[in-house]
């Protein structure tokens, strides 16, 4: 079975460029996570989305970061314009369902270079 | 913000010596979860104990979880080279949503 899969792997931009992440989740998963992990420190949710649902978005900095999952499955995150302060792994997962005791499953994540 | 704080920061063992890594945190929570990430890969979940749960095992991963101290700690025995890695607690609180804490590194030495 395959596993959550994030493209691109690594991905270096100049600041004030525009830059999105894919990410496709395991088949059948209805939950699926964006976070960030900055260099040294765990990953922090930025979006969680229920099925196409966006139900917990507080930690995303609205002002250039948008994200979308149409059709309920694939999912993609967007910054616009970058900043060097995003430079981070962004890291995409998926659980069946929400709720407790639910394994998130992850993607090896997207390597982000904001020059 | 993180909740989950892992102690030590680092840690390095000989292989086939067990491996304590410890987690605190702040508030209530629901569960505690530990996570491992290899270098440049995403996270692989360990094991989750509940919060009336105390003692939990899989394979040579043994959890605990003391509610009255907030603290959790993950025991691997007789470590490999392979278990190299950075782990990570995360705590499930009353909304469900898992915090991480900072990691730690482990390194196993052949």
């Known amino acids: 079975e395959a596993g959550v899969v994030q493209s691109p792997r690594y991905k270096i931009i100049e600041k004030k460029q525009p830059v999105a992440f894919w990410c496709n989740p395991i088949s059948g998963h209805n939950t699926l996570y964006w976070y960030r992990q900055n260099l040294g420190q765990g990953p922090e949710l930025l979006i969680r989305?229920?099925?196409?649902?966006?139900?917990?978005d507080s930690q995303l900095p609205k002002d250039r970061f948008s994200a979308e999952r149409l059709k309920g499955v694939d999912s993609t995150l967007k910054i616009q314009p970058a900043e060097l302060g995003d430079s981070a792994v962004y890291l995409c997962?998926?659980?069946?369902?929400?709720?407790?005791?639910?394994?998130?499953?992850f993607g090896p994540g997207t390597r982000l270079t904001v020059l | 913000s993180q909740q989950g704080e892992e102690d030590p920061q680092a840690l390095s063992i000989q292989e086939g010596e067990n491996a304590t890594m410890n987690c605190s945190y702040k508030?209530?929570?629901?569960?505690l979860q530990w996570y491992r990430q290899n270098s440049g890969r995403g996270l692989v979940h360990l094991i989750l104990?509940?919060?009336?749960?105390r003692e939990k095992h899989s394979g040579r991963l043994r959890v605990t979880l003391d509610t009255s101290k907030k603290s959790s700690s993950l025991l691997i025995t007789a470590s490999r080279a392979a278990d190299t890695a950075s782990y990570f607690c995360?705590?499930?609180?009353?909304?469900?949503?898992?915090?991480f804490g900072k990691g730690i590194t482990l390194s196993v030495r052949p």
């Open positions: 104990i509940r919060s009336n749960e």
């Open positions: 508030t209530s929570i629901n569960n």
């Open positions: 995360a705590t499930g609180g009353a909304n469900s949503k898992l915090t």
């Open positions: 997962a998926s659980s069946l369902n929400w709720g407790q005791d639910n394994e998130q499953f």
């Open positions: 989305y229920e099925n196409e649902e966006a139900v917990d």
